[in-house]
């Protein structure tokens, strides 16, 4: 017993070590950007698309038709808002179909925005004149976001004045300011400016253990975001935009170039989710549709399953292992037969008299005589009905039914049809009324009958 007791202990111990380690380890990301809706890592949109579901007024949800679908379906689609995101080029001169499509649900109503990193391809026909196009490593960016102690910040400023929001200076992480664009045209609404070479911030008190994180207020202190919010009042703010928008028909056409401020980061760290929250709201008077049509696959590792993954870590399939094991050497030494007493069973007891017993002292402290006849004929009318297919509960029945009675039986038809006819009586009565020696008669008739058919 004690031996079988240290097992189980030991087995307890040892799972709760596994289960130890595996928490206590560092959680590991994927930092590729690839908005996709069931991805939970930094830069898919799992988190994003939940929270836009929650928050945004007339609704959100997530389609996987592409703008020529949207578009054949325009009446529809004239009463939705659009989101087209992708990490490659969404609209571009090899595409320009797609920029015909968005065009024509603009002008039905529909505002539609495209969230792509840059349109150098297709400057011309947006009537931009610049746009730039760099090369962003994310992965790199995240082993190695700092340089000599220094953070690299671009500031993001929401100067639109047909918003409902104020002015505001956004200093972020410069992989998520996106690019800039530079628009010729002044068909275009500037909305966010967007201002390079911000002076770099030290971080003395920065954690080795935590560089995976790159929160925004590394960036930033609050003093000095104070301080550069009102340096943005004395100094005028460069022609370079990363979000703009232009009247088409009864629509607005949005262009945002930093696609990373919709994603799961940046709606979970406050400087860039209340920018995301800003951006959304120019879409909030209508049900808005994200698209995922031109996303990326997702790839095998990124769906792998839980028991592939510990297949490929070897530490993690040592430990699966001797899991298994223990719990398997637990069941062997504890499936033996186990002997135990086999309890003596009591003969159980008939208490059918009893119950007759009390059944016939509650009629007779009551003294209704008249229901002990009337349920007895009941009993009697049931019982040929359902054995002899005899009805007597009809008078009108009865020139058939009393002579098959009387030959099952063997009474005259003239008594059966005394003795029935005195019990309906009875039945029929409101307030019926026996003595003792009438219900006993009642009683005897009715079984003479009843025992004569069995």
């Avoid at 990301?29 to 994003?48: A, D, I, K, M």
């Avoid at 100067?159 to 800039?180: C, F, H, M, V």
């Avoid at 017993?357 to 040929?384: C, H, P, S, W």
Wanted: charge should be negative; charged fraction near 25%.
């Amino acid at each position: 017993m004690k031996g079988r007791t240290g097992f189980i202990l030991f087995v307890v111990a040892f799972l709760l070590l596994i289960y130890w380690a595996e928490v206590s380890k560092p959680k590991v990301f994927n930092w590729r950007v690839t908005f996709h809706p069931n991805s939970g890592e930094p830069f898919g949109c799992q988190l994003f698309d939940e929270m836009m579901t929650k928050t945004m007024p007339k609704g959100y949800e997530v389609t996987s038709k592409d703008l020529n679908s949207l578009a054949l379906d325009s009446v529809a689609m004239s009463k939705r808002n659009i989101i087209v995101q992708s990490d490659d080029d969404v609209i571009s001169s090899y595409n320009i179909g797609r920029l015909d499509a968005i065009r024509k649900l603009v002008r039905l109503g529909s505002n539609v925005m495209v969230v792509q990193e840059h349109f150098w391809s297709i400057q011309e026909q947006l009537d931009i004149k610049r746009s730039e196009s760099s090369w962003r490593d994310f992965v790199g960016f995240a082993r190695n976001f700092r340089q000599n102690g220094q953070f690299i910040c671009d500031t993001l400023i929401w100067k639109y004045p047909s918003s409902d929001y104020p002015e505001r200076a956004y200093t972020i992480n410069q992989i998520l300011s996106g690019n800039a664009l530079v628009v010729s045209s002044d068909k275009w609404e500037r909305i966010i400016y967007k201002q390079s070479g911000i002076p770099l911030i030290d971080d003395d008190d920065y954690d080795e253990n935590d560089e995976a994180s790159f929160e925004e207020d590394t960036c930033q202190t609050e003093e000095d975001g104070n301080r550069q919010e009102e340096n943005l009042q004395d100094e005028e703010v460069e022609d370079y935009v990363v979000f703009i928008r232009q009247k088409i028909g009864k629509g607005y056409f949005y262009i945002l170039s930093a696609p990373e401020l919709l994603t799961n980061y940046s709606i979970t760290h406050n400087n860039t989710a209340e920018l995301a929250l800003r951006i959304m709201n120019e879409l909030s008077d209508k049900p808005t549709l994200r698209t995922t049509a031109y996303l990326p696959k997702m790839k095998n590792e990124e769906t792998i399953s839980s028991l592939s993954y510990i297949s490929r870590q070897a530490p993690l399939l040592w430990a699966y292992r001797l899991s298994l094991l223990a719990v398997l050497l637990f069941f062997i030494f504890n499936a033996k037969r186990r002997q135990r007493i086999i309890p003596v069973m009591p003969e159980p007891v008939n208490h059918q008299l009893e119950f007759v017993k009390q059944i016939g002292t509650l009629y007779y402290q009551r003294g209704d005589n008249a229901d002990m006849v009337i349920k007895k004929f009941k009993y009697l009318k049931e019982r040929l009905r359902r054995e002899v297919q005899i009805d007597i509960s009809d008078p009108s029945g009865d020139e058939e039914a009393l002579p098959q009675l009387a030959a099952l039986t063997g009474y005259e038809v003239r008594h059966l049809k005394s003795v029935i006819s005195q019990l309906r009586v009875l039945e029929r009565q409101q307030h019926p009324y026996l003595t003792i020696d009438e219900m006993t008669k009642s009683l005897d008739d009715i079984n003479n009958i009843y025992n004569s058919i069995n």
